[in-house]
């Protein structure tokens, strides 16, 4: 004799069994419009260029058009609430993973970085550059020495409050002592500009297209660099932990994020959809003509990353005392 149990069972199977063709349908449907990726940062800067560049790469994997949406300031943290905010299914973001792992240790954010945010896409490794601008002559510890000697007389500009770059200078005052003053910026573009007037003496930022021709044409030099090795096209230029600085020694994490209202079904497609564009030779050649290495994998395996770093800049954030300004 059949249970009543057992044709409850059966009932919610057979249930299951036909909502999966509509939850297949689902994914296939979309996209259904057009897709917008935020950048958190203003125009110019490596952020925009890539996600332009990818988002021009999966405009006939999508089958719909994809357009970038600046959103610049509080070190990428006004476009990541603009992300969260988003209902219409069809917003992602593009961005380094520090609006979700640095950024809420030091500053008010209106979103729950780990709840509120869910991983898509890791993209890409990039170093960070140390560079001298025109105004400076000197090596990075010509520039910490002179601080001794008189206090606040070397600046430093960083893309922004509460970037990497920032607690990278955060940790080299902390380590040397040097009393050096933090020019921050609303995000790359500006920064590159000003440093090419010699604004400032020294800077922080990752390199792309216009950075690197600055450094081509003798603008700005590269006094020291991030990353576990130095790089084959920069033999001479030492990283930071060689001169040091170990815990300066950071490098930058980008990737494509989506409100955590995002189906997981879309999540997949998306990350399958970059992961196909990355695995292109002449993306991957791109993105190494940037000094970027490009950096692939699931969903779930980006959010571990998040996660670790969210852990390990809220140490860092306490130990080095740095605080909103």
Request: aromatic share 4%; proline share 7%; no cysteine.
């Amino acid at each position: 004799m059949t249970s009543r149990r057992h044709v409850l069972a059966l009932g919610a199977s057979s249930l299951a069994a036909a909502l999966l063709p509509l939850a297949a349908g689902a994914q296939a449907s979309w996209p259904s419009r057009t897709v917008k990726i935020i950048v958190p940062y203003p125009a110019g800067g490596v952020n925009d260029v890539v996600a332009r560049m990818l988002g021009e790469r999966l405009r006939p994997l999508l089958g719909q058009s994809v357009v970038v949406d600046n959103r610049a300031g509080a070190g990428g943290t006004i476009g990541m609430d603009a992300l969260v905010r988003a209902d219409d299914g069809h917003t992602v973001a593009f961005a380094a993973i520090s609006p979700l792992t640095l950024n809420p240790h030091i500053m008010n954010v209106q979103y729950e970085p780990l709840k509120d945010v869910q991983a898509v896409a890791s993209v890409m490794y990039a170093p960070v550059y140390v560079l001298a601008t025109s105004r400076f002559a000197g090596s990075l510890q010509d520039a910490i020495a002179r601080t001794r000697a008189q206090p606040r007389k070397v600046s430093i500009a960083s893309s922004g409050f509460g970037t990497l770059g920032h607690i990278m200078i955060e940790q080299i005052r902390r380590k040397s002592g040097a009393d050096l003053v933090h020019v921050p910026y609303k995000g790359g573009a500006q920064l590159i500009t000003d440093a090419a007037g010699g604004q400032f003496d020294l800077l922080v930022a990752n390199p792309f297209a216009p950075l690197n021709n600055l450094i081509d044409q003798g603008k700005l030099r590269v006094l020291a660099l991030t990353g576990p090795r130095r790089l084959p096209n920069l033999p001479q230029v030492a990283t930071l932990a060689q001169l040091g600085y170990p815990e300066a020694n950071l490098t930058s994490l980008f990737g494509f994020y989506a409100p955590a209202s995002m189906p997981p079904d879309v999540v997949r497609r998306l990350n399958a959809d970059i992961n196909k564009v990355l695995a292109e030779p002449q993306v991957q050649q791109q993105l190494r003509t940037l000094d970027n290495v490009p950096s692939t994998g699931t969903p779930q395996q980006f959010a571990a990353v998040i996660q670790q770093e969210h852990a390990a800049n809220a140490r860092i954030v306490k130990e080095a005392n740095i605080k909103a300004e």
